[in-house]
């Protein structure tokens, strides 16, 4: 089953990497989010995501200095959320 990852990235320079470095890996299916609240929609279904069904297999790579919503925070939410507790996440910042 193919991985669908999630980068919550606000950097367009950090972005290009990590999508160069993910492409290199084999890993095709990344969706780009740029800020905490959007990465929260997507996640939740909400919002401008509200017709998106959560795909079941994905991991977040999330930058921890976001604009909106920081990133600690979006861990807490998606740690105290059954739905979303088990979600893989790694961190990353600058």
Known sequence: MA???VLVEDNPDDELLLIEALAEAG????????DGAEA?????????YA???P????????????????GLEIIKQIRSEESTRR????VMTS
Do not use: F
Request: proline share 9%.
């Open 55 to 70: 795909p079941i297999n994905i991991i977040v790579l999330l930058d921890l200095k976001l604009p909106k919503v920081p």
């Open 87 to 90: 979600v893989p996440v790694i």
């Open 3 to 5: 991985v669908n990852v």
């Open 40 to 48: 929260l929609d997507y996640l939740y279904a909400t919002g401008e």
């Open 51 to 53: 017709d998106r069904i």
């Open 27 to 34: 890993i095709s299916n990344v969706t780009v989010l740029r």
